[in-house]
């Protein structure tokens, strides 16, 4: 018997059992998440390209005639995933939403997307995103607008936007994102879906176009915390293309029903109750914690001193690291190149001038003051101590508690144009998401539904390093504790 309910709504822990029971199949999965497409993309704009119906199609036919082959299929079993527009994938443009690789095809595939097609997932097509990923609000983008999809007037956050839209729109299953300094949690928050940064250093970052390399890290954006830990489970692991990544024994992801019946300590920083946090947001959180408490965990006061520094610390490590990165594109090797320069300095200026847009401009010129010789002590380096301090601050601690709870950002989604005007007030909203990274802690974003019936509004939770699978369980409880009545 075949079921006929909305495919493209459901999660992938609902749809694997269906589909290993024969109820559905994976070309009726891709046709439901193709005709949404077809149905909301106008409106939303989550990705910047989508391939070709016929090839999803034959790619979906091609494991269910596995399957009923009877041969074993990879954990994301025909499931359709959406990357975001800064991982490479071979033969697929990969621009970044940015005028300077608008025309880029990679000639290889990154780590994580040769992991995906190895588990059986099928790649869908490419999100939209803030330009090389600075941003939070995916307004930076060169390729126009994503909108929110539960309101299309808000932003959806960024600057993996794309992704979290194309998942809360159901315009795929799963998605994958990179965060920076919040880049999928915060757009996971502003979207109402999950979205999970692991331990810098878990996921390989070959591939992966670099915005500031020592905190850049890929994962997943997905329905439920039970979709976001295949992923991760799928995508995570050493990788010797990337020097960064980890050889480590630490499961990603284990028992996720491992949260219930125990007691955590659920750490809440003092320094993270801001009298700038909107009311429904500091209200989410303390929801959240009321709940998880009345469940038998346990509320542990905690410090965190160095956070008033965090912004300053975030925005001139991550400019400084961009500077350096993004000094590759000079319109020799690829990328947009100016027509008929007079000169290489001609060529590298002018093709530099139209390839990047402001924001992006913005950061190298930060970027390339912080490191400039005379200021580099003053600044840059000052900085990587205050990271230093950042981290020690979670070391003390985590030696109280087993997770922090708080805030993804202190706003839900804002409108469209509201901080367009205003880069330091759009910096500022990354107060609570940029710590984890200086940290390289490993964060989750989990969903909160409002009883008012407004979108819902995110509820972060922070582990020690190579935590990721008591994270995922916690993540769990949080998620079950949030869908009961208000205690
Ligand atoms: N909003 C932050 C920035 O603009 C974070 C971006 C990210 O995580 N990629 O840098």
Known sequence: MRLHLNLCQQTAATLI???EAGQTSCVAVMESVLDQIEAREAEVHAFVSVRGRDELLAEAKAVDEMRAAGEEVGPLA???VAIKDNICTKGLKTSCSSKMLENFVPPYDATVIEKVV????????????????MGSSTENSALGNTKNPRDLERVPGGSSGGSAAAVAADMTILALGSDTGGS???????????GMKPTYGRVSRYGLVAYASSLDQIGPIAKCVEDAALLMGVIAGHDAKDSTCLDV????????DNGAGKSYRMGVPAEYTQDGTDPAVQAAVDQTIAKLEALGHEVVPVELPHTDYAIPTYYLI??????????????????HRAEDPESIDDMIARS???????????????????LSSGYDEQYYEKALRVRRLIQQDFDAAFAKCDFIVHAVAPHPAFKLGEKTDDPLAMYLEDIFSVTANLAGLP????????????PPIGVQCVAPALREADLLAMAVAMQNAVATPAV
């Not at 999928?184 to 928050?189: D, H, L, T």
């Open 17 to 19: 059992p269906m589909l």
């Open 78 to 80: 025909g499931l359709p």
């Open 118 to 133: 190895a588990a059986d997932g099928i790649i869908l097509g490419k999100t939209n995103m803030d330009e090389f990923a």
């Open 184 to 194: 999928i949690r915060q757009p996971a928050s502003f979207c109402g879906v999950v």
């Open 249 to 256: 024994n630490e499961p990603i992801v284990a028992d996720l």
């Open 318 to 335: 991550a400019s400084a690291e961009a500077s350096s990165n993004l000094s590759r594109y000079a319109g020799y090797a690829y990328g």
């Open 352 to 370: 530099r001038g139209e390839g990047f847009g402001d924001e992006v401009k913005r950061r190298i010129m930060l970027g390339t003051y912080a």
């Open 443 to 454: 964060a989750i974003s989990v969903p909160v539904p409002q009883e008012d019936g407004t």
